[in-house]
């Protein structure tokens, strides 16, 4: 086949029309990329860590991450679920490097989930870190739809951080913010098979504080009134999460219990 001998077109600022072409590809695919970020990838790229380090571990990770979350309309809660600190503080293999100089919280949670077991998962406004293990939807009884939109209603505090935290710090929060009795009692055995919890949260609803308390502690709760006709106050009974996550063999921690009993 002869060449051509047509002249290459040239617009009159001297670019070709096909080099023209080409990048308004190439931007239309940048554009389409940046449309595909998950909602919550924007605000955490916004956030450095309190701390610059280059690597994630049970030393330093649930502070630094918890410690990281500012206000925001998207990400009102940060949540590591018991299978996430699990993989922290029972199985201490969390090892997650971070290369740039001045990480955000993007950054580690990127990390985390390209070297370690650990997934991120956002259930809005949640940002959960968990593993295959966990169940992902909080479990909640209310007697009636009333309660609920009660619930919704009532704010929990405007800033929140707990780090490890067991029930007996959890407790006395929810019954001050949530205006209601809070079952099982500070102290009571019925909360020590519950996990400790650690989340961060800015300006959740009652309803969601309930949410980050029932995803980070694997607990369940029933919301329902109680006493005469006069004197009906709200309860809210929290109990163990027995729901098991179908596996497709027996899970690290269980063969690891078994052989260090």
Avoid at 180 to 187: E, H, V
Wanted: with cysteine.
């Amino acid at each position: 086949m002869p060449l051509s001998t047509k002249p290459l077109r040239i617009r009159r600022d001297g670019v070709p029309i096909a080099m023209t072409i080409a990048v308004a590809m190439s931007l239309s695919l940048l554009s389409r990329a940046a449309m595909a970020e998950e909602p919550w990838e924007q605000p955490l790229n916004t956030m450095p860590l309190p701390t610059p380090v280059v690597e994630l571990n049970q030393t330093n990770c649930v502070e630094l991450m918890l410690g990281s979350l500012q206000s925001n309309a998207v990400v009102k809660a940060l949540i590591f679920m018991p299978g996430a600190t699990d993989e922290l503080y029972f199985f201490k293999r969390v090892h997650a490097g971070l290369t740039n100089a001045t990480p955000t919280l993007l950054d580690a949670a990127r990390a985390l989930t390209t070297h370690t077991r650990i997934h991120v998962t956002f259930r809005s406004p949640l940002l959960l870190l968990h593993t295959d293990e966990d169940s992902l939807l909080p479990l909640m009884q209310v007697e009636t739809e009333v309660l609920a939109q009660k619930m919704k209603a009532r704010p929990f505090l405007p800033h929140a951080v707990h780090n490890d935290r067991d029930w007996d710090v959890i407790q006395p929060i929810l019954r001050k913010t949530l205006k209601a009795d809070i079952l099982p009692s500070k102290g009571s055995p019925d909360s020590w098979h519950f996990y400790r919890h650690s989340f961060a949260a800015w300006n959740l609803n009652g309803w969601e504080a309930l949410e980050a308390v029932l995803l980070a502690g694997k607990t369940t709760c029933k919301i329902q009134k109680q006493g005469g006709l006069s004197l009906r106050r709200v309860v809210i009974f929290f109990e163990l999460d027995k729901r098991v996550v179908p596996q497709s063999g027996h899970s690290d921690r269980n063969q690891d219990e078994k052989a260090h009993p």
